[in-house]
């Protein structure tokens, strides 16, 4: 945690030159908060309180119950400068988790960077479903041998592996950046039975797998532009693009799963909006019966489950 210097008396406060808040006396933790916060929110940034929060906090190298009790406490011209840095970086909207270098999935902490997409909270509809469907089969504490396709920073199969004591699991991605990303939130983790290949979801792979989870690149090419700045200009691509129709990756999931699959094995992918019924149609071409979709917390149809038919 960060000394702070003793709070000075109002009476002498020091002026500050140019401080991008404005000239004057010292700012204190509150009321950069609160600028910093007025600012987001005059941008049109979602969630401008607790942005600014994270930012000064993070800047402080304060915890939240910290961060209050300072409230009171001047900041110096080294501190302001921190934190202009870290909310100029917000301001040109790049997203709060790429600023701190983590997110939380799955209550797990996950490194991330410029390989990797920023793991989601409707992601982790998949990992629900993925659950229920091993507790169906009433396998928790079985061994179970996992294959998570495009894994990026590992998120949906370190939040498996950290439920399921005796399973061992298989990350692949085409991207070898992201892979040092999974393979260091795994050690940092203690989730030793992960293990990570580079290509092309599963074409590297053999099977049986008793689980295959994905979330695969599913944004129409020719919609990625619309997207939220902090989706479009500072996620992968190639994490984003499915293709003309967004489907390009479950077409290649569709025709390899059958073969991966133990013969009870569970098939689970993450869908966009209004995907769900040709993502189903494709598996079921490809021998896989699907069950009915499982919605997200917006009630969106996120995780669709598949077996062998």
């Known amino acids: 945690m960060m000394a702070f210097k003793a709070q000075a008396d109002a009476a002498t406060a020091v002026a500050r030159p140019g401080n991008d808040l404005g000239n004057g006396p010292a700012l204190t933790v509150g009321g950069a908060r609160r600028a910093w916060a007025k600012k987001f929110r005059d941008a049109s940034i979602d ?129 070898a950046a992201a892979l040092r990303v999974a393979r260091d939130n ?8 992960a293990h990570f290949v580079a290509c092309d979801m599963a074409r590297a792979l053999r099977g049986p797998f008793d689980l295959i989870v994905c979330n695969p690149p599913y944004i129409a090419s020719g919609e990625i532009a619309a997207l939220a700045p902090e989706v479009c200009e500072f996620d992968p691509r190639r994490a984003l693009d499915g293709g003309a129709d967004g489907l390009d990756c479950y077409r290649t999931i569709a025709p390899a799963a059958p073969a991966l699959l133990s013969p009870h094995g569970v098939l689970v992918v993450e869908l966009g909006a209004g995907q769900a019924e040709p993502v189903a149609a494709l598996f079921a071409a490809a021998g896989l019966a699907s069950s009915p979709p499982r919605p997200d917390l917006g009630n969106v149809p996120r995780a669709l489950v598949a077996q062998r038919a």
């Open 186 to 193: 795994a050690r940092r983790l203690g989730l030793t039975h």
């Open 47 to 175: 969630s401008p309180e607790l942005d600014a929060r994270i930012l000064l906090g993070h800047g402080l190298g304060l915890d939240h119950a910290a961060l209050a009790a300072a409230e009171a406490h001047e900041l110096s011209i080294e501190e302001e400068t921190a934190i202009t840095a870290l909310a100029q970086r917000r301001l040109a909207r790049e997203p709060v988790a790429r600023i701190l270098g983590w997110k939380e999935f799955w209550s797990l902490k996950l490194r991330i960077d410029a390989a990797t997409l920023v793991p989601r909270p409707e992601t982790e509809t998949v990992v629900e479903a993925a659950l229920a469907a091993v507790e169906a089969r009433d396998s928790r504490t079985q061994t179970l041998r996992i294959a998570d396709l495009g894994t990026g920073s590992g998120a949906i199969l370190l939040a498996l592996l950290s439920e399921l004591p005796n399973a061992s699991g298989v990350g692949t991605d085409v991207s």
